[in-house]
């Protein structure tokens, strides 16, 4: 008997040490894991303006989103008081550089007009002070420039951002030059157009609801009354099916209201990480993908199409001045084209406004924007 519990200790030695072995490793493996999170935790978060942190609850309210550059918002003849909901919680930080010039710039309801650009579309005389004449000549747009912050993408861009507006903002990016004029789909203009995406998400998540603008888009007419007052998300469209509402239309993110709330911030921040599975697409083309996703709908948002009755571009342009809100120069390549086609809306728009009060504004047409549909062939 004793020699049998001797035998039998002897066969489950191995199995002991088998099991303390594999014990042994998985305990390695599972402090090696922890670790190496920790590590990437904190990698990622030199980067990525998207990762969590620390909020703290602020109590809901409503202002009036007409507040913008104190001008009521108003749909025909009527006033009209447009609500939105105060982010559900706002992120507790100290007030950096960018927490600043946010609070200087959003009005009373945080809310404010963001436009990004280099040093090709600051130089004078080119698209940043064709974007500001439209302000100036527009109706009810002149008071929208104190809430107005022009990123600029490099240093010679901020600049002179610095010695034509108060709210100017410098977005550095390591290790890239984006004063250069930037070709269409080219490496640097996509990391230009997720970089400015980031941007947008950071603002967000801030708090900040955020009417995005490209700068190649001349303001008319002050949007306020046009947006819908509890939707998420507004977005422009080059072409529009008449369904505000329809995935279906091809999304233009050069124009976007963006309410700040837990819906946007995680729907920007799945956006932004979605540019690993697209390396080689723009954000834009990312998002009409995204669109199309069960996620998408998972989401929750009240997500609008702006008709381009209202916000039109030279894809797909009001048909009458008297409509008109904006006017974007989207189907158009470079940055000469642009300018061209954007100073003769300006002039058609001047003309529009320079008519006698007895007559229709029928005999004013906007020119069609020939630099632009030839730029595609040069």
């Known amino acids: ?85 105060a982010p559900a919680s706002v992120t507790v930080q100290p007030l950096d550089e960018l927490g600043k010039i946010l609070a200087k710039t959003a009005n009373a309801n945080r809310t404010l007009i963001v436009t990004a650009l280099n040093w090709a579309w600051a130089e004078p005389s080119t698209m940043i002070d064709l974007f500001l004449k439209s302000f100036l000549i527009g109706e009810g747009t002149e008071e929208l420039l104190q809430n107005l912050l022009i990123v600029a993408l490099d240093a010679k861009a901020y600049n002179r951002c610095l010695e034509i507006h108060p709210h100017c903002y410098s977005l550095k990016t390591r290790g890239v030059d984006f004063s250069g004029e930037k070709t269409y789909m080219s490496d640097d203009y996509l990391k230009m157009m997720w970089t400015r995406l980031a941007f947008l998400g950071d603002v967000l998540r801030r708090g900040y609801n955020i009417i995005f603008s490209d700068t190649d888009i001349v303001w008319l007419r002050n949007p306020i009354g046009r947006l819908q007052a509890d939707a998420d998300i507004q977005i422009t469209c080059d072409n529009y099916n008449g369904d505000p509402f329809s995935v279906k239309n091809e999304a233009n993110t050069g124009y976007m209201y963006i309410h700040s709330n837990e819906l ?7 956006w932004y990480l979605s540019r690993r599975m697209f390396p080689e697409m723009k954000e834009q083309d990312v998002f009409n993908i995204l669109k199309f996703s069960a996620g998408f709908r998972r989401k929750g948002m009240k997500f609008v199409f702006l008709d381009t009755k209202y916000f039109g571009g030279f894809c797909e342009r009001s048909n009458d001045l008297k409509d008109a809100y904006t006017m974007h120069a989207n189907c158009c390549r470079g940055l000469k084209a642009k300018l061209v086609d954007l100073r003769y809306t300006l002039e058609d728009w001047s003309h529009y406004k320079n008519l006698p009060l007895n007559e229709t504004g029928t005999s004013i047409r906007w020119r069609l924007p020939n630099a632009c549909r030839n730029s595609w062939f040069l």
């Not at 104190?70 to 006033?79: D, V």
């Not at 946007?264 to 799945?270: L, V």
């Open 264 to 270: 946007t911030i995680s729907f920007y921040r799945h």
């Open 1 to 85: 008997m004793r020699k049998q519990i001797i035998l039998s200790k002897q066969v489950m030695m191995p199995y002991n040490h088998i099991v303390r072995d594999v014990f042994l490793v998985l305990l390695t493996m599972t402090a090696i894991g922890i670790a190496l999170s920790g590590i990437l935790h904190k990698a990622t978060a030199t980067f990525n303006p998207f990762l969590p942190a620390i909020t703290a609850p602020v109590s809901a309210s409503t202002q009036p989103l007409g507040e913008l550059g104190k001008i009521p918002a108003k749909t025909g003849n009527s006033s009209k008081e447009i609500k939105v909901t």
